[in-house]
């Protein structure tokens, strides 16, 4: 692959909008921004509403209540600009295991086309610890794994969202031996892993080396996903600077290519 300025996406389904909380622009912009980009494809994937029980509400994404409307908004828009981009709608869900099934319940009931993991919190958002803090835990850097090949058993989700979330400082080689479960999971699996653009130009601790050298070793499929929080993060591989170096250095073969794994949830086993 010719990392240069042919280093393209024409796809992205890592998008927000501002039900989250932390992201900013219209759906209208988001598309606009594509569309200037050369997208073929715009999936948005809003961190889904979760049934927290106890009154816990989230700062970091919709209510219940406002999944009709962001579905509603998505949907409309899709077919307002058919024919100049395709507009999908899809989720990025966190696997929460009591709370799962109640969920996988209101999604089934709504055209969801995709479902993306992105694990955040482990085991849980309000009762756990977030991923993206620094830690040197052997217990909890197995959890996190744990969680994740739990979530993505379920063969509901088409990709696993920065997979390499998990922010520790801890042994290098235990660190190796972890990811290494991750890694032949998804491989075997045929999960691709995303390679977060967000978290390259913004300097966070993914997508880091040590994972992704790892995971092309090990024989992974990659995807590229702009985790868009904004209309200026739709952006274009080779228009990063250092990025096109970070995939060529890891060996990275991508494809915006993915299974899309409808989120059809047998109503037999959720009780």
């Not at 520790?168 to 972890?178: A, M, N, S």
């Amino acid at each position: 692959m010719n990392l240069t300025k042919t280093c393209r996406i024409d796809k992205n389904y890592h998008t927000h909008t501002v039900r989250c909380h932390h992201a900013q622009g219209s759906e209208r912009e988001y598309i606009e921004a594509a569309i200037k980009k050369g997208m073929r494809t715009l999936g948005f994937s809003d961190h889904t509403p979760q049934p927290f029980k106890d009154g816990y509400v989230s700062s970091i994404r919709m209510v219940m209540d406002e999944l009709d409307d962001y579905v509603g908004t998505v949907r409309a828009l899709s077919e307002e600009y058919r024919g100049r981009i395709d507009i999908m709608t899809g989720l990025e869900v966190e696997y929460y295991q009591p709370l799962f099934d109640e969920l996988m319940r209101e999604i089934s009931l709504r055209p969801i086309e995709y479902m993306i993991l992105g694990q955040h919190f482990v085991p849980e958002e309000g009762n756990g610890f977030y991923a993206g803090n620094p830690t040197d835990s052997e217990e909890r850097l197995a959890e996190y794994v744990n969680v994740v090949i739990r979530g993505l058993e379920t063969g509901l989700f088409s990709y696993l969202a920065h997979p390499d979330l998990l922010n520790f400082t801890g042994d290098p080689l235990i660190y190796r031996r972890e990811m290494e479960r991750l890694c032949e999971y998804c491989r075997d699996k045929k999960v691709p892993l995303e390679i977060n653009m967000l978290g390259y130009i913004t300097g966070r601790h993914y997508p880091n080396d040590e994972f992704f050298s790892l995971a092309s070793e090990l024989g992974c499929s990659f995807i590229l996903g702009c985790d868009a929080h904004s209309p200026s993060g739709l952006l274009q591989p080779w228009e990063i600077p250092g990025f096109t170096g970070f995939l060529k250095r890891n060996r990275i073969e991508y494809s915006q290519e993915m299974d899309i794994r409808l989120p059809a949830y047998p109503q037999d086993d959720v009780g």
